[in-house]
């Protein structure tokens, strides 16, 4: 199966932006869809309904990027060296026969889905890292996007809608970032055990093969006698 593969196919991603067109393939999970369904129907409940002090949710929208942004800085280094470990100690044996696999419901290798769900989790880090630190630079009392703001028509009306909508994008974020954390640590697991299973399945064919081949000299000692 190794002699199918096309070597081109293994190095087509020229940069991360064919990576995460590759990435979109990979389907959010339908548990991650209610929870994150749920957090935002409470968030937009409370930023267009509930609460009517603008102030408070400008706070809040502050303090959650400040929050986000230390949480995907330091998360982002462990994942990273997670992976490392484990592009390291995996073998080169079992990715290619992974390469050589189809996965059915994405259509690209196995070996290719699997380091897509890697690498979905670390954009989605880079994403709202970059978003966050926007939040922290140019939506401070004063900013740069408050003043721009200021400038066109409508602006009180213009600054309320982006307010609530980004009270809910920046509190829906930080929960699909810990649930995108939870995926990551199962990918681990998974690709773990699967290292595992390789392993047992070399040991299996080694030792069918020690078998073969005592059963063979064997013969051959008998023909000899006879």
């Known amino acids: 199966m190794i002699n199918k593969i096309d070597?081109?196919?293994i190095t087509k991603e020229k940069n991360l932006w064919d990576v995460y067109l590759l990435c979109k393939r990979i389907t959010i999970s339908t548990f991650h869809v209610c929870i994150l369904l749920t957090a935002?129907?409470?968030l937009l409940t409370n930023s267009f309904f509930l609460e009517r002090d603008m102030s408070h949710l400008v706070s809040d929208i502050r303090n959650w990027a400040l929050i986000g942004f230390n949480f995907a800085v330091t998360t982002l280094g462990f994942?990273?060296?997670?992976f490392t470990i484990f592009a390291t100690l995996s073998?080169?044996?079992m990715f290619l026969q992974m390469m050589s696999v189809q996965h059915k419901k994405t259509q690209m290798?196995?070996?290719k889905y699997n380091f897509m769900a890697f690498m979905k989790v670390f954009i989605s880090f880079i994403t709202f890292t970059f978003i966050y630190l926007v939040i922290i630079l140019f939506c401070q009392t004063n900013g740069m996007i408050g003043n721009m703001v200021d400038l066109v028509p409508y602006s009180t009306v213009i600054k309320e809608l982006i307010i609530k909508l980004g009270y809910w994008v920046i509190g829906t974020s930080l929960i699909y970032l810990v649930l995108v954390v939870k995926t990551f640590i199962f990918n681990i697991y998974a690709i773990i055990m699967n290292n595992i299973r390789w392993e047992l399945y070399i040991k299996r064919k080694e030792q069918k093969f020690s078998s073969n081949k005592g059963k063979i000299d064997k013969n051959i000692n008998v023909t000899k006698v006879h």
């Open 109 to 111: 290798p196995t070996l």
């Open 7 to 9: 070597a081109k196919e």
């Open 91 to 93: 073998k080169p044996d």
């Open 79 to 82: 994942l990273i060296a997670g």
């Open 40 to 42: 935002s129907i409470f």
